[in-house]
T-cell receptor, first 115, second 112 residues
């Protein structure tokens, strides 16, 4: 149980374009979903927290107009990187919290390369 | 001082060895402690979740928490090559704040 999927697993896009990443909880309803970014040999940095039907809460220093988060249902959250630039190239990982649980379960990640 | 400190390693051990991984933290508000395993280019997998000080055992894994010293450990007994991965400690405060703060991760290699 507690499986989280992400799509796509790897995406290459050109500078200036936008890319959408999906995060789905497959066997549970996620009260809260989280989006992280991980640079090579670095730890996970929380970008934003989203609750179904509410606006996402962004961490300090994360541009909300650049990283659009939509948590449309209890099983789906999307992250759209708008006007991507090479410095946005990173590993983006989502996690989901089931119901009232304290634990978070992570997706497999999406590797974004902006050329 | 960072909130969570974790030696990034790398740590290399022979198969069958006991592995000790550690994190220290400075924020007294942290109440919940987790260990995640992350294989290369994959998302983190929850291994252990603890709240109180003391030991928690699950198979070959033992998580230890010492809140008075702000120090947590993960022990792996009879280590296997399949344990080779990056191990991340993570922590959160109590209440309804579900934000996790991660250590940098320790890269472990278990040699057959």
């Amino acid at each position: 149980g507690a499986v989280v999927s992400q799509h796509p697993s790897w995406v290459i896009c050109k500078s200036g374009t936008s890319v959408k990443i999906e995060c789905r909880s497959l066997d549970f309803q996620a009260t809260t979903m989280f989006w992280y970014r991980q640079f090579p040999k670095q730890s996970l940095m929380l970008m934003a927290t989203s609750n179904e039907g509410s606006k996402a809460t962004y961490e300090q220093g994360v541009e909300k107009d650049k990283f659009l988060i939509n948590h449309a249902s209890l099983t789906l959250s999307t992250l759209t990187v708008t006007s991507a630039h090479p410095e946005d190239s990173s590993f983006y990982i989502c996690s989901a919290r089931p119901g009232l649980a304290r634990e978070q379960y992570f997706g497999p990640g999406t590797r974004l390369t902006v050329t | 001082q960072k909130e969570v400190e974790q030696d990034p390693g790398p740590l290399s051990v022979p198969e069958g060895a006991i592995v000790s991984l550690n994190c220290t933290y400075s924020n007294s508000a942290f109440q919940y402690f987790m260990w995640y395993r992350q294989y290369s280019r994959k998302g983190p997998e929850l291994l252990m979740y603890t709240y109180s000080s003391g030991n928690k055992e699950d198979g070959r894994f033992t998580a230890q928490v010492d809140k008075s010293s702000k120090y947590i450990s993960l022990f792996i007994r009879d280590s296997q090559p399949s344990d080779s991965a990056t191990y991340l400690c993570a922590m959160k405060s109590g209440g309804s704040n579900y934000k996790l703060t991660f250590g940098k991760g320790t890269l472990l290699t278990v040699n057959p």
